[in-house]
């Protein structure tokens, strides 16, 4: 663009070449621009070699699934499934989300019948709509017998804002919660029975260690015992 530029101001009429230039160039396209688009049209398109790959490329086909038969680990299907937003505030939904967090669908689904609480019936309705999907799809295919709520959690929704009237024509807000709740199913996996590890309860909010504790000498005292059982 430089070179035809000095091209047409060299010329004896210089004004005649400018409006010649001017009509050939396409308005809007910076000279950059027009170089840069010049040398990509000239370029030849890089070819990776053989054996290259991208860093983010599919690294699922270069490794190698082990089967089940073989010693390898099962895939685990989950199933995620949500409410609609609905009123009642995340603190009163937290409650029945704790509730039915780690029990099995039908546990879950009787929990929710025979519960006082407001909400509790639109949980029900959704944990049996999920399990029937998770059941009948066939992206799924799921195990009745084997499902288990694996986690549920509350969301919060739109707050609906409206007018408390007050006295001596003063009026405040009012919001009206809405909140949903999140939940994935899984299906329940055999425990592996490792030696060495006693049968224990596994409450919720203690550590399940991998084996129980036991003294190196039978005889030697335990010097400064907590007040609490620590097995």
Known sequence: MLGALKSAFRAPQPVSSL??????????????????????????????????????????????????????????KEYHFSTADFKTSTKKLRLLANQIKGLDIQNAINQMEFSQKRPSKRVMNTLAFARTNATTQ?????????????????????????????????????????????????????????????KRRNIRGWKRTKKVWMPLIEDKPVYNPSHLYNW
């Open 19 to 76: 409006k010649s230039l001017v009509q050939t160039t396409p308005r809007g396209f910076h000279a950059v621009a027009i170089r840069l688009a010049e040398q990509k049209s000239t370029m030849k398109p890089v070819k990776p070699e053989l054996g290259a790959s991208s860093l983010f490329g599919d690294i699922a086909s270069h490794v190698k699934e082990v089967p089940v038969e073989q010693g390898g680990k099962p895939k685990v």
């Open 138 to 198: 066939e992206k799924y295919a799921m195990d009745a017998s084997k499902l288990y709520v694996d986690r549920a959690w509350v969301g919060k929704g739109v707050y609906h804002r409206r007018i408390k009237i007050h006295a001596r024509g003063k009026f405040g807000v009012m919001h009206h919660p809405t909140a949903h709740l999140k939940f994935t199913l899984k299906e329940r996996q055999p425990e592996e029975n490792e030696e060495g590890r006693a």
